[in-house]
């Protein structure tokens, strides 16, 4: 009988490890089978590429998990592009035109992806703005359940390529830990122009920021048009249709604009139209900024303006202010304002005062806009406790400062079941010319002490509270207004904004030192 042959071929492997011993033959021949002198040597094997397990991508901010394999990653290529399923290309297109720009790759449209490609698709599973991003056989798949979410992996694709030149082999899945991240921009004091505005709002949308709120009112200045009351308005003012661009740019972008006009105090610039509404106290004085809310004219102008700029701003949160109104500073309020007094026990009955005046006129305000479907929210001191009314349960708590009169704790509102926004005055508040003891905020001491669940001084509430605090934002207030031209205020505040959004997006303790961290962020913004 012929001796059998047994042909061995070897092969490597991925990781570089031993092909390890032949199997036998069909035969029954074994591994110690003689192999006849005149059979050609077995062919020497074909060396593979050895690709270590990936690491995840370098971006911010930084990704929750990330499962490493082993693989080549993604880079741009000649043949790349960036593709979408028909079901979803009215959905997508606009995320798909934007990073095949970014990427300089051309966006092919509904056509079915190639190796090489990038392919954005909605897959209904998931939390809210969650997004996988895959990098497997040559090719990215981003899925999410919503479009903000397929936006996000996006922006982490995006990063990685500008931070290292690819992304990394393996499956990213990612979500925000708050629903809730800002910057907010108070356009009253300090007139910033369009331009600026969206400047910003295309740094929130890489930094994965999807709120941004308009001071739009204050002592100093009122700064959109007006149709209803074109008195009030500032000469230097955003009209009408910059103010749509930038709500249309938003929203693309996936960012919320969040409108504020401030009442009853910060309403100076209405005032100095109509002297009339001015609060006058007992002894003559005339605090700026403060209306007399026992006028009803008072309430007539700020509910035309509510009305008015709710069509203009079509999101879903409104902001109505709320805070300082130096009646309820006073140590006895309705000694120093006896018309308040008394329009408090007219509305209110024998134990009306000042106070629930105040927090009628907040649930008044709330009345205007709650028709409109929007989620409302005021500044933590226009809350008041003991009287004969309460503020409105559906009102979310803006948590900003405990340096009010009669400041009240954080866990104050949470334990009355409040829902809260972080606006740490400690951490959060960029105050231009720097009063009252504020300095500007460093992005590294937010990255090293603050969370979600600092909402006063640097003290947490407990965690058992963390599903009431929605998210929070940064804030720049603009006291000062020549203190700094706006590209000082773009440069001051982007590692301080760097920084909130990392916490935001993931409150647990950063992986990288703050030194890696900025040089990171030299690299993706």
């Known amino acids: 009988m012929a001796a059998a042959v047994a042909l061995v071929t070897v092969a490597a492997c991925s990781n570089g490890s031993s092909p390890g011993p032949p199997a036998a033959s069909g035969t029954g021949a074994t591994a110690s089978t003689a192999v006849p002198t005149s059979a050609a040597p077995p062919p020497s094997p074909t060396p593979t590429r050895t690709y270590p397990l990936s690491a995840a991508p370098r971006v911010i901010p930084a990704v929750r998990a990330h499962e490493a394999a082993r693989g080549p990653g993604w880079k741009p290529g000649p043949d790349a ?100 991240r800002g910057l907010m921009v108070d356009i009253a004091r300090k007139y910033f122009t369009a331009g600026w505005i969206e400047g910003r709002l295309r740094e929130m949308a890489d930094l994965k920021l999807n709120e941004l709120g308009l001071h739009f009112s204050d002592d100093q200045g009122f700064r959109i048009a007006s149709d209803s009351h074109p008195e009030v308005v500032s000469a230097k003012h955003l009209s009408k249709a910059e103010v749509r661009r930038i709500v249309a740019l938003a929203a693309s972008l996936h960012i919320a604009v969040v409108p504020e006009i401030d009442s009853p105090g910060h309403l100076g610039a209405v005032i100095a139209a109509h002297p009339e509404l001015q609060l006058v106290s007992a002894s003559g004085r005339t605090p700026r900024g403060a209306v007399d809310i026992s006028e009803p004219a008072s309430a007539k102008i700020v509910d035309e303006l509510l009305r008015e700029y709710q069509g203009l701003f079509p999101g879903a949160d409104w902001h109505l202010g709320g805070d300082e109104y130096v009646a309820l500073m006073s140590k006895n309020p309705e000694a120093a304002y006896p018309q308040l007094a008394r329009a408090a026990t007219a509305k209110y009955g024998a134990s009306g005062r000042v106070q629930d005046l105040a927090t009628g006129w907040l649930d008044d305000r709330a009345a205007v806009v709650r028709p409109s479907g929007r989620a409302l929210r005021a500044w933590n001191d226009g ?34 079941g409040r829902k809260l926004l972080n606006y740490n005055d400690e951490y959060l508040y960029y105050v231009l010319g720097q009063p009252n003891k504020f300095t500007y905020p460093t992005g590294r001491r937010i990255y ?39 590209t000082q205020v773009a440069n001051g505040i982007r590692m301080p904004l760097t920084a909130t959004a990392q916490k935001l997006w993931d409150a647990r303790k950063p992986v990288l030192s703050w030194e890696a961290f900025t040089a990171l962020a030299g690299r993706v913004r």
């Open 448 to 486: 090293a002490e603050w969370t979600p669940l600092v909402l006063r001084g640097s003290t947490p509430v407990p965690a058992r509270y963390d599903s009431q605090i929605l998210g929070g934002s940064f804030a720049v207030w603009g006291d000062f207004p020549n203190a700094q031209t706006q």
């Open 383 to 416: 809350f008041s406790t003991g009287g004969v009314v309460s503020a409105a349960k559906d009102l979310q708590v803006a948590y900003w400062t405990g340096k009010e009169i009669g400041a009240r704790q954080p866990v104050s509102y949470l334990s009355a």
């Open 81 to 180: 592009g960036v593709v979408v399923p028909a079901k979803d290309e009215a959905a997508l297109a606009d995320e798909a035109r934007l990073i095949a720009g970014e990427l300089r790759v051309p966006y092919r449209g509904t056509a079915a992806a190639r190796p090489g490609d990038v392919s954005l698709a909605l897959d209904g599973q998931g939390a809210p703005e969650s997004y996988t991003l895959t990098v497997r056989d040559g090719g990215v798949r981003i899925t999410g359940p919503d479009q903000a979410g397929v936006f996000y992996g996006t922006r982490t694709l995006k990063q990685s390529v500008r931070s290292t030149g690819a992304m990394p082999e393996g499956v990213v899945t990612d979500a925000p830990a708050k629903p809730r």
